[in-house]
């Protein structure tokens, strides 16, 4: 079973090589770049990237195995990452917030 929707614990945000930077959310987001716009496919850590981000649609592999090895491509091919956090709501950080705030 493929399954479209994984979206990864942080976005991956890219810088490409034209300058210009992108956010990939998902593990489909990821493997569509990579089919359709990558700049260069070859390389040892494209063919991984593709290859994980397969398989992990597939639910063969974890969505963090195929976000590591498509950062470990982008870096192959000479887009840096801008900058990726866990994007997770923490309902304690929340309350200390809160408190800060009041």
Request: with cysteine; net charge neutral; glycine share 4%.
């Amino acid at each position: 079973m493929i399954d479209m929707e994984l979206p990864w614990r942080a976005p991956v945000n890219v810088r490409l090589q034209c300058g210009l930077e992108r956010t990939f959310l998902s593990v489909h987001d990821a493997l569509d770049f990579l089919e359709n716009e990558w700049p260069l496919r070859r390389g040892e850590r494209y063919q991984r990237a593709v290859r994980k981000c397969r398989a992990a649609l597939r639910r063969l592999v974890p969505d963090e195995v195929a976000r590591e090895a498509f950062i470990a491509a982008c870096f192959e091919a000479g887009m840096p990452m801008v900058a990726a956090g866990p994007l997770r709501y923490d309902s304690t950080s929340a309350a200390l917030a809160d408190l800060a705030i009041a």
